[in-house]
């Protein structure tokens, strides 16, 4: 079946400007995430959701940040007046909340690069 | 504050050799994954380990935990050259589903 997509694939900004990132989950899965990943390095969890409880936005980094999801499907991550240093690829991922082993599923990721 | 160290953070090896990559974290926790992720690729999921003394094997890779250690475990038998990418540990943060990663290793497999 079809996996977590993401769009756009690549973003080129320049520093100021608004951007939105959308991510669309595997059919059925409950929870979603997203993470952002610098170059070389590992991923920083930026927030979750999971069913209509109350997103853990935790790891989100200032308040121009800012995700939506609706209902059990597509989400959008929101950069306010982006910075050079929110150049990174932004990495949404879906599970299954139940029993199991809630394995995330990761999308290709959209890479934000602002000038 | 759950913590998730990785090392060696990068590795140089030949075909043919054995290798082994550490996995340690701060805090418990009940699950580890273990990830692939090539150049300009997103991640690939390699294990998921839910118990203390879990092994799984894919290949000529194998995944173990000890969960009393707070330590996980890849290990590389006769290395090819496909093996060659990054690879990321990642444990749940206890309570959440929320995962922390580790810096990653960066696995170069000369032949």
């Known amino acids: 079946g079809a996996g977590v997509s993401q769009s756009p694939s690549n973003k080129v900004t320049e520093k100021g400007k608004d951007v939105e990132l959308r991510c669309d989950p595997i059919s059925g899965h409950t929870a979603l995430y997203w993470y952002r990943q610098r170059l070389g390095q590992g991923l920083e969890f930026l927030i979750y959701f999971q069913g209509n409880s109350a997103p853990d936005k935790s790891g989100l980094p200032s308040d121009r940040f800012s995700a939506e999801r609706t209902g059990e499907s597509v989400s959008t991550l929101t950069i306010q007046r982006t910075q050079q240093e929110d150049s990174a690829v932004y990495l949404c991922?879906?599970?299954?909340w139940g029993l199991g082993d809630n394995e995330q599923f990761f999308g290709p990721g959209t890479r934000l690069t602002v000038l | 504050e759950l913590k998730v160290e990785q090392n060696p953070l990068f590795l140089s090896m030949q075909e043919g050799k054995n290798y082994t990559i550490y996995c340690n974290y701060s805090?418990?926790?009940?699950?580890l994954y273990w990830y692939r992720q090539d150049p300009g690729k997103s991640l690939e999921s390699l294990f998921v380990?839910?118990?203390?003394?879990a092994v799984k094997q894919e290949g000529r890779l194998m995944a173990s935990l000890d969960t009393k250690a707070r330590l996980s475990t890849l290990h590389i038998t006769a290395a090819v050259h496909d093996l060659s990418a990054t690879y990321f540990c990642a444990v749940v943060v206890w309570g959440a589903q929320k995962l922390v990663f580790g810096q990653g290793t960066r696995l170069t497999i000369n032949p």
């Open positions: 805090t418990t926790s009940d699950r």
């Open positions: 991922a879906s599970s299954f």
């Open positions: 380990l839910l118990s203390n003394g």
